[in-house]
């Protein structure tokens, strides 16, 4: 089972805002998917992948994000970087989204929504 732990500043723990690449790589290995995997799932080649998660492709196409997500069986929100994201982080590593963010309200508002 995935373990994955979600603080109240994510940003700064990694220096920088949390870019497309960057959800995009926590939820594929989450799953435990390799980038080539997902480029056939969804039509493209591992490059595309693999330019996206190092940033080299820092705006991907709609299209593209949207065959991504459904290859990896998520919103394309959570890619995108909404509240989305982390309700499937949580899905993935099989726990309550309270569990996440403990006393945050943020995180209580997630688990009652």
Same mark, same amino acid.
């Given at each position: ?48 992948v ?15 994000? /949207?065959?991504? $997500?459904?290859?990896? =069986?998520? @919103? !394309?929100? +959570? *890619?995108? &970087? %909404?509240?989305?994201?982390? /309700?499937?982080? $949580?899905?993935?590593? =099989?726990? @309550? !989204?309270? +569990? *996440?963010? &403990? %006393?945050?309200?943020a995180?209580?508002?997630? $688990?009652?929504?």
């Amino acid at each position: 089972m995935a373990e994955f732990r979600y603080g109240s500043s994510v940003e700064n723990r990694m220096r920088g805002p949390v870019t497309i690449g960057m959800r995009l790589r926590l939820l594929r290995t989450a799953l435990d998917l390799s980038q080539r995997d997902i480029a056939k799932a969804a039509g493209y080649r591992q490059s595309t992948v693999s330019a996206i998660e190092a940033g080299d492709s820092p705006s991907p196409r709609d299209s593209t994000l /949207r065959a991504i $997500a459904g290859a990896l =069986g998520i @919103d !394309v929100e +959570a *890619l995108r &970087g %909404d509240v989305t994201f982390v /309700r499937e982080m $949580a899905r993935i590593a =099989g726990v @309550d !989204v309270r +569990a *996440l963010g &403990g %006393d945050d309200p943020a995180f209580i508002f997630l $688990a009652q929504s």
